[in-house]
């Protein structure tokens, strides 16, 4: 319940840094509402499995997450960037080149095609990642967990509590009779992708050079 | 039906004009009641949030400003506290001021001001401070943001 | 006198004779009178001149307006002048309260940074959940306070929706003036799709503003902070925000239009415009296509310098959405198919009418809002000329 509690009271937080990485996608895929809540589905699914990756973590060393702020910028900053290219990759590559300067074919056909949602599980996983400032307290308390599954409860219950907060998103499949929106959508996730990626490089510089 | 339509469509092109001769000829009444309609304020982000109190040192004044953790929705687990001096005669070269934000009576931190070359040295007392944010002379004074996080 | 259109005539003008035309501009004269000076004349000398410069410059460029029939030409030389004589003026005053061009931290903090109408769009999310907005400037008073900016842009988008975008905006006439310098574009072809980018900006920047609570155009990506005020690099970051807004300045609004002769920043990037598109669904007037007389010549799609004019749309019967109402679509049209157009009434007839009704309303919201501007870029370059330098 204090999991849940505590993912509820941050949730908002949580909704604002995914929502510039999950609405681009929801439109540029141009699906209807239902199809729309599978995908946040497996978006959160992504979020969940980096979340209880470090609720084993956390509770394997007995210890919050790295407070050293080297290590914190190489793996926030290494979470960007993949966050970047994954957004940046959807944004360029697609059947039907929605963007106009778009070029290569055939690269997302092995990874986007023949397995959808890769491409979001990948994308919940490394928005999870990103120590969004809730999730930092929501391990610190993990950590201090006595049991594994103890830990494990804790993260899930918190999980539940952040996700509510993104339900309205699916609802965008109500705009999907308006066929640019695919167009804007991509587009848009390219503008974020390109932001995530000086954001990652910077802190991963930072991060290698200290 | 058609020339109730088109006397309409004119009514409100000559409204158009009137809009342009309003908008600018009464800006200052419009805006100010915009302005006190919405009762929309500069973010505290940005703004630094609202004074909670004013320490008066004999030479130089110390305000303390509320704690900053705006969110969109909500409150964010890390935000800051905007402290600022500003010189009643004249500034003294060195400042140290012990900062209780919390109102409980405790130092939260230390601050240690440099005021010629504006140098500032924090000593955080309480887990929630962490670092200084920015430090700036600002007209004659000086103001500092300190990083804090919430701790539960 | 007009001429009336034949369906198959080679010209159609709505021009008028010196004497009417005069008749037809004398509220004008009137009311730029009156708003441009306030209701007080300037008492020192100096200031009397440029009054009587700028007020005879926009009444001048009205008149040939309603002389010729043609609208585009003369909007432009009113437009362009305005935006360069708004980078002087802008520039000369951060020279002389600071000393650069480059915006302090200390600024920031006393919240005393002109509120551009480029922020509004991120402003309103926050503004709505929060009741605050993401700016470091004041609401009310001082100049370009937030408020009175809002004031506005509502009072422009009621007006003339788009229209704010070749009437209003003290920054679109930079590449608008770049768009005009070659005869013949030598970059042609522009895939249609990249019209949709101005939404993807849009909405990227409206995100990420809600979500980090931060202006992210702003300092990000405004090309025009080249020529206003930007923040002091101070570090990587900022210098990194730093090379982009110039490279997007030099490309966007330079080198782009300069080759392609279309608004490139404008009409292929610029969030805000996009954004006023919506407002052209809430304004009475709008550029129409009389079907009956078009002939598809097409010479309206290879004029517009926003892309608004496409076959489908020519088909349709209207511009999109993105139409700036600059005029070179009707300008060009050599049968009149095209037209300004008041909504509500029926395609053809009174076509004089409704495009003066448009230009009183456009062409005052233009003289008033740029009038004060180019009055103190003006006395700059006189105080330039006279003592050495602007400040």
């Known amino acids: 319940m204090r999991g849940f509690l505590l993912g509820l009271s941050s949730g908002a937080v949580c909704a604002a840094y995914c929502t510039p990485v999950l609405v681009p996608y929801l439109l540029g895929e141009g699906r209807d509402v239902l199809q729309n809540f599978s995908a946040l589905m497996q978006f959160l699914l992504g979020r969940l499995m980096g979340y209880l990756s470090f609720a084993v973590f956390a509770w394997g060393i007995h210890t919050s997450l790295p407070q050293d702020i080297t290590q914190r910028n190489l793996i926030i900053g290494s979470t960007y960037l993949i966050l970047s290219g994954l957004l940046i990759f959807y944004s360029f590559f697609k059947t039907g080149r929605a963007c106009p300067s778009a070029g290569g074919h055939g690269i997302d056909h092995r990874l986007h095609d023949s397995r959808p949602s890769l491409l979001l599980l990948a994308m919940g996983l490394a928005t999870g990642l990103n120590f969004c400032p809730p999730f930092l307290l929501a391990v610190a308390t993990a950590a201090e967990q006595t049991s594994l599954l103890q830990s494990l409860l804790f993260f899930l219950t918190f999980f539940l509590g952040t996700s509510v907060f993104l339900i309205p998103v699916p609802f965008l499949g109500l705009l999907r009779g308006f066929s640019p929106l695919h167009l804007i959508g991509k587009m848009a996730a390219g503008l974020i992708g390109a932001y995530y990626l000086f954001i990652g490089a910077t802190m991963l510089s930072g991060g290698l050079y200290r | ?152 | 006198m007009i001429k009336e259109h034949h369906p198959h005539a080679k010209t159609i003008e709505v021009r008028q004779s010196p004497g009417k035309s005069f008749l037809y501009a004398l509220p004008m004269m009137l009311l730029t009178l009156v708003m441009m000076s306030g209701g007080k004349i300037p008492a020192d000398p100096q200031r009397i001149f440029v009054f009587a410069v700028t007020y005879l410059f926009f009444n001048l460029l009205f008149f040939l307006m309603i002389h010729t029939g043609k609208t585009d030409r003369y909007r432009a030389t009113a437009f362009i002048t305005y935006a360069i004589l708004f980078i002087i003026s802008f520039i000369s005053h951060m020279f002389e309260a600071r000393g650069s061009m480059s915006l302090s931290q200390e600024k920031i903090i006393l919240c005393e940074v002109p509120f551009c109408h480029l922020v509004i769009p991120m402003t309103l999310i926050p503004a709505a959940f929060t009741k605050t907005i993401i700016f470091p400037g004041s609401i009310t008073g001082g100049f370009a306070s937030i408020a009175s900016m809002f004031t506005i842009w509502i009072g422009a988008s009621l007006s003339m929706g788009r229209g704010w975008c070749s009437w209003g905006c003290f920054f679109g006439g930079l590449d608008d003036a770049f768009s005009r310098i070659l005869k013949r574009p030598l970059l042609r072809k522009i895939d249609p799709r990249w019209t949709y980018l101005p939404w993807a900006v849009l909405l990227s920047v409206i995100l990420s503003a809600a979500a980090f609570l931060s202006p992210t155009y702003c300092t990000w990506l405004c090309p025009f902070k080249t020529v206003t005020e930007f923040e002091a690099v101070t570090s990587f970051k900022i210098l990194v925000q730093t090379i982009i807004f110039v490279s997007l300045f030099i490309a966007l609004v330079i080198v782009l239009p300069l080759l392609t002769k279309r608004r490139i920043q404008c009409s292929l990037f610029c969030p805000f415009g996009a954004m006023q598109g919506l407002t052209n669904r809430i304004n009475a007037f709008d550029v129409r296509i009389d079907p009956d007389i078009c002939i598809n010549c097409k010479r309206c799609v290879a004029a517009c310098p926003t892309l608004s004019a496409t076959e489908e749309s020519i088909r349709a019967g209207r511009p999109l959405m993105s139409c700036m109402k600059c005029g070179t679509c009707v300008d060009v049209c050599p049968n009149g198919a095209a037209s300004f157009h008041v909504r509500g009434t029926p395609v053809a007839g009174n076509r004089n009418i409704k495009r003066l009704l448009f230009l009183y309303t456009a062409f005052l919201f233009l003289a008033t809002f740029s009038g004060g501007t180019i009055q103190d870029g003006l006395l700059r370059i006189i105080r330039l000329i006279t003592t050495g330098s602007m400040i």
Request: charged residues 20%.
């Open chain 2, 1 to 152: 039906m058609k020339r109730a339509r088109s006397i309409a469509g004119y009514a409100w092109a000559v409204a158009c004009m009137v809009a342009v001769l309003a908008t600018f000829s009464g800006n200052n009444y419009l805006s100010a009641k915009l302005a006190s309609a919405t009762g929309v304020t500069v973010s505290p982000m940005y703004s630094g949030g609202e004074i909670v109190r004013s320490i008066d040192h004999g030479a130089y004044r110390t305000v303390i400003r509320h704690p900053v953790f705006d969110g969109l929705l909500g409150e964010r687990k890390e935000g800051f506290i905007q402290i600022e001096w500003q010189p009643v005669t004249e500034f003294p070269l060195l400042i140290e001021d012990k900062i209780d934000f919390t109102g409980d009576g405790k130092e939260d931190f230390a601050f240690r001001l440099d005021t010629a070359n504006g140098k500032g040295t924090l000593t955080p007392r309480n887990p929630s401070v962490i670092a200084v944010q920015m430090l700036v002379r600002v007209n004659q004074g000086w103001v500092a943001r300190i990083q804090l996080r919430k701790v539960s």
